[in-house]
Structure formats: C-alpha cells, structure tokens
C-alpha cells in the first residue's frame, strides 16, 4: 500500500515492518511495511490511501477504508490457509 499526500504530492510506501516514512512536508506518514498498515497525518482528508489493486479511499472516509483493508486482510489470510492445507498433509 501507498499513501498520496495532497498537500505535497508526495506518494510514499513502508518497505517493511517498522520501516517509518513521511511526506516531504511531513503531514503524514506510512508504516508497516506488508504486514499491517499504519498511518497518520495532521489532516486526514488530504491523505489518499492506494490500495494494492489500485483502490484509492481518501483517508478521512473511515468506513471506506477499513472495509477495504479488512477485505484485502481476509484475501491474503486465505491465500496462506491454502498454502498452508497444501503443503501440511492430512
């Protein structure tokens, strides 16, 4: 996942797990790298979360974007359940 800053223009990304970075104009940040997604700012509505499937949910639209996260969560929990009954055997 990606973050826009409206402010600035910047697009930043964490590469990894407790991997901060902010915006040039330090208005918002993005953490976590792949494994979780934390981020933050000083006004929400200037911060566009993309998505890995190219989904783009303002920041300030809460529901939006925690629905998105939580159905990108379950995709990838999925993902690693076949993985996991595919390589364990019965």
Same mark, same amino acid.
């Given at each position: 996942?990606? #973050? =826009? $800053?409206?402010?600035?223009? *910047? #697009? #930043?990304?964490? =590469? &990894? !797990?407790? *991997? %901060? !970075? &902010? $915006? =040039? $104009?330090? &208005? $918002?940040? #993005? *953490?976590?790298?792949?494994d979780y997604l934390h981020f933050g700012g000083k006004d929400f509505s200037k911060i566009l979360i993309t998505f890995n499937d190219g989904t783009e949910v303002l920041a300030s639209n809460e529901k939006n974007y925690k629905k998105k996260y939580e159905e990108l969560e379950?995709?990838? +929990?999925? =993902? %690693? +359940?076949k993985i996991k009954n595919k390589t364990i055997p019965n």
């Open positions: 996942m990606k #973050i =826009k $800053c409206l402010i600035c223009g *910047d #697009i #930043i990304e964490s =590469k &990894s !797990v407790h *991997d %901060l !970075v &902010s $915006c =040039k $104009c330090e &208005s $918002c940040y #993005i *953490d976590g790298g792949k379950n995709n990838r +929990t999925n =993902k %690693l +359940t």
